[in-house]
């Protein structure tokens, strides 16, 4: 079963403009972290943000912030002030620390930053 | 600051080939994960290893095998390479509970 659901295989955003790229999650653990990668052209997995599920505050990373709404198992990505370099494949992934400490990843997002 | 190193960067094989990709943790990471990402896809787990004992087993083909060894670094073996081999292998390490770090990843081409 999929544990990690992105909707929007892809995804345009004029530059300078902010934009959400959404991930729900699947897990009755108590215990996850939600992360979100950038992967550009090159091919290369870029951390961007982590959210731990007990954490209070939504995370932020300069210009990325994570929605966190736990209750509705939702871990939004928001870029704010999109810069042409921004356009990559972007992946949510859940972490589950109690089997195993793989990575689920979501299907990704392509994000396109139009000048 | 050190990054977890993988070689090659690319491979090219012929069908039925074997191949060995290599990975160099971070100093000090003493868990090592692999995984396969095919083209257009999500990265898929394979295997991995804490303290040199394999420690977790996701879709790995029974032709390919791993290990950790005692500096931990970390090989994956492929043998009988097939068409659909082909595909972005990540390597990443970390400590307990903490977060991953990718390397650039190996890409693999089987003609």
């Known amino acids: 079963a999929q544990k990690i659901t992105q909707t929007q295989p892809g995804m345009f955003v004029q530059e300078k403009e902010a934009v959400t790229l959404d991930c729900t999650y699947d897990t009755s653990d108590p215990s996850y972290g939600l992360f979100w990668y950038k992967q550009p052209s090159s091919g290369e997995m870029i951390f961007l943000i982590y959210q731990g599920s007990y954490d209070q505050q939504n995370a932020t990373e300069g210009r990325y912030s994570l929605n966190f709404q736990k209750a509705r198992k939702s871990a939004n990505l928001v870029i704010s002030a999109s810069q042409l370099g921004d356009s990559a494949m972007y992946f949510c992934a859940m972490r589950l620390p109690n089997t195993g400490n793989q990575f689920y990843f979501g299907t990704g997002t392509s994000l396109t930053v139009i000048p | 600051a050190a990054g977890v190193i993988q070689s090659p960067r690319h491979l090219i094989k012929e069908k039925r080939e074997t191949a060995t990709l290599k990975c160099y943790p971070i100093?000090?990471?003493?868990?090592v994960y692999w995984y396969q990402q095919g083209p257009g896809q999500d990265p898929q787990f394979l295997i991995s290893?804490?303290?040199?004992?394999?420690?977790d087993k996701g879709s790995i083909p029974d032709r390919f095998s791993a290990q950790q060894f005692s500096d931990y670094h970390s090989e994956l073996n492929m043998s009988s390479l097939e068409l659909g081999d082909s595909a972005l292998y990540f390597c990443?390490?970390?400590?307990?509970?903490?977060?991953?770090?990718f390397g650039s990843g190996t890409r693999l081409t089987v003609v």
């Open positions: 290893f804490y303290e040199k004992m394999q420690s």
């Open positions: 100093p000090r990471h003493d868990t």
């Open positions: 990443a390490s970390s400590l307990p509970g903490l977060g991953y770090t």
